[in-house]
Structures are given as C-alpha cells and as structure tokens.
C-alpha cells in the first residue's frame, strides 16, 4: 500500500528539483545570451584604442599588454593578423589559428575563452583567470541549500496530516469491525478535522440507533415472554375435556415461540460482543452426546477438545440436531465428531429431501428459509445463522454439503487444541 504522505512528500521534492534545474538553466542561457557579439566588437574597439599601434615596437605592446593584464587579470596574448605572437601576459593561450577565428567566446577548461579582432588586424585573445567559482555555481548551491531547507521542513508536515488520515482510518476500520464505541481525535481546524468530526458524529449516530434497537428487541422479547406463559399455563389447565390435538398444538407454538424469543435474544447478546465472553477447554465429542441424547440421537467419534465458551457450542450443537429432525422427514440422524488435521469437525447428517446447492450458502443467512419451509411455517430463518455465528466467533466454519446417499450434512470446522 502506498502511503498518502510519501506521495506529498515526493511531490514537494519534484517540485524543487524542478523548480532548482529550471532556475540554474535559465541563469546559464541568459549569462550566454548577454555576451551578444556587438559588446564583443564594442570591447575589440575600446581594447585596440589602449594598445599601441601595430607599427610600434613589440616591447611596448609587451608592456601595454602587461599593464592589461594586471588590470583585468586574464591570461592575454597579442597576435599579428597572420598568427605570429607579438606580446603574451599570463599563462599560455589555448591554440590559435587567425585562419579559423572570429569574433567571440567560448568556454574552456580553464574558464572563458574570448577572441577579439582589433581594428588594425590584429588578434587578441584573452582567458579569465578564475580566482573565484562561478556566480552560476554560488546560485545553484544557494537554490539547492533553500531546496533541502524546504525539504527537511516540509516533511514534519506532511508526515503529520499522513499520521492523521492514518487515525481515520483506524477509527473507521474500529467502527466496520463492530466497535461502536470507536472514535477520532478531532485536530486543527482545517478539512481532515472536519472530516474527524464527521466520522465522530455518524458513529454516535450509528451506536444510538444500533443501541435504541438492541433494546427494543430486548424488551419485546421479555414483554413477549409474559403473555406467552401465560398461555402454557392456561393450556396446562385446560385439562382432558379439552382437545388433544389442540392442546398439544397450543404447546408447540408456545415452545417455538419461547425458543424463538430465545434466539433472537442470543443473536442480539453476540452482536453486542465482539469477542467471546470466556474460553476454556471443551470436549466436543462429550458434549455433543450429551447434547444429542435429549433427542435420542447417538453420537459417534473420537473426543477432540476445542477452547471456546461452552454455553455458545451447546447451542451449535442444538440447533443443528433440532434443524436436521425439523427437515430430516423422520429419517434417523447421524452425528460424529473427529479430528481432521489441525480441526475438530463435527457433522450432523440427515436423510431428508436435501437442500438445493443453489441454497446452501443462504439458508444460513437470518431469517431465511427455503420455500418448503416458509410455506409449512416451520422454523424461524435464525437457527442455522446462529450456527455460523457461534462457528466463526471460535475462528471456525460451518458449511452445508449434500450428503452421500441423499439428504443433508452440515459440517462444522473447529480449530482443535
């Protein structure tokens, strides 16, 4: 992943290397255009006019060229029209070819190189001794100085808004990952704090109304409770006058209603807590069978310990026997517990119609129920979608495949210790 305020930060360093590049190639082209090759023919007049003439004797234009040389400080030489030397002050001159030579200057290893043409033939020709850098190379150095200035200063900066955006996200990974509780340090004043604010106010938003929810469905479900009781204790009383059928009837839909209060209490309990309340170490093949016996179901296997809260893989275990009887069609069920490498897999497998392949990822889904079971009004849609729940809140799975031989098994992956 690319961090935001590298990008800043290389962006700020393109710029100044730009900017520095950009202001040294400007300096260069505008040093070189000044020397126009009028202010050369300019100079080539105003220098002939201070030299002797060509007629004089060559000491005397030795010491013209001497004296000029002091003044100026350039390695000078003189040259007849033809190429001959007549005076030279300095070091050396460069080689000169009078057949080749014009007006002008040019760079050389020892610094500028400048050639003049006199008014009466003559050559001279002039290297400026370099008793200094270049201003060029003193501005280049001031512009990179004031560019790593503004580098070194800039990088607090914008490692500060980068460490910002990076508590923002932190804050909005907390809240997606159910911490409702999850807020942001609100700093400065600029976008990013109001965009810190905002985050901060949609999440209290969001903790109020999931909270407002939790409440109601607790409270509706203990409401519902009363009545419900009520109901059991009437039917109780009915006594043998009444209807069989209806009675017993009666107390089916208020067990189904009491366990379906129950899940719904459960499911909200495990939304309101990220993690387990406790662990400790669970033989998954004991109670599974002590689990199955309520329903005279036998249980086969190998004993296989998982940590996990015992009280949560009961109610696995449950819903999965009690779901495998409510769409088994009476078929005898099948429940085992081993190890499979790293994992305790416990499978309950019934020889009922079977779950379609297209549903078998949604029946675990809340409140979901196949078309079958939506017409006969049987279940609720949470049974399954608590399974799952309970399996990954103890980093496992749960998975439902078509047995062999027809029907269902659902199978359950635990990590083992």
């Not at 007049?45 to 350039?74: M, N, S, Y």
């Not at 999850?182 to 909270?211: H, M, Q, T, Y």
């Amino acid at each position: 992943m690319q961090r935001l305020y590298l990008q800043f930060y290389a962006t700020i360093l393109v710029v100044l290397a730009v900017f520095v590049g950009a202001a040294v190639l400007l300096w260069r082209v505008a040093d070189d255009d000044n020397r126009t090759p009028q202010y050369l023919d300019v100079a080539a007049e105003l220098t002939g006019a201070l030299l002797p003439d060509a007629t004089a004797p060559r000491t005397d234009q030795q010491r013209a060229i001497e004296g000029l040389q002091r003044k100026l400080r350039f390695d000078i030489a003189l040259y007849e029209p033809d190429g001959d030397m007549i005076a030279m002050a300095g070091k050396p001159p460069p080689r000169f070819e009078p057949m080749r030579a014009r007006t002008g200057w040019r760079r050389g290893p020892g610094g500028p190189n400048f050639v003049l043409q006199l008014p009466d033939g003559r050559w001279l020709v002039a290297r400026q001794v370099r008793e200094r850098p270049n201003p060029i190379f003193w501005i280049a150095a001031a512009l990179g100085l004031v560019a790593v200035a503004v580098a070194i200063a800039s990088f607090p900066v914008v490692r500060g808004l980068g460490r910002r955006l990076e508590r923002l996200k932190a804050g909005v990974d907390r809240l997606g990952g159910g911490d409702l509780s999850a807020r942001v340090k609100v700093e400065g004043r600029d976008e990013l704090a109001a965009l810190a604010a905002s985050f901060n106010r949609s999440a209290e938003r969001i903790e109020e109304l999931v909270a407002a929810h939790r409440l109601l469905l607790a409270n509706a479900s203990h409401e519902l409770r009363t009545p419900l009781t009520r109901i059991s204790v009437a039917a109780s009383l009915l006594g043998d006058a009444a209807d069989p059928k209806t009675r017993e009837s009666l107390k089916r839909d208020v067990a189904e209603l009491d366990q379906l209060i129950e899940q719904i209490l459960l499911a909200s309990r495990l939304e309101a807590l990220p993690t387990l309340e406790r662990r400790e170490p669970v033989d998954l093949l004991a109670l599974a069978a002590e689990e199955a016996s309520h329903y005279d179901v036998e249980v086969d296997g190998e004993p296989v310990t998982v940590s996990g809260d015992r009280t949560l893989l009961r109610r696995l275990v449950r819903n999965l026997v009690e779901n495998a009887q409510r769409y088994g069609g009476g078929t005898p069920i099948e429940v085992s517990v081993k190890r499979d490498s790293d994992c305790a897999v416990l499978e309950v497998t019934d020889r009922g119609p079977g779950v379609p392949e297209a549903e078998r990822q949604r029946i675990f889904e809340p409140f979901y129920r196949m078309a079958g079971a939506a017409e006969s009004g049987r279940g609720s849609g949470l049974g399954l979608a608590l399974v799952l729940d309970i399996a990954r809140r103890h980093s496992g799975d749960a998975v439902c495949l078509a047995a062999e031989g027809g029907g269902s098994c659902f199978r359950v992956d635990l990590p083992a210790t």
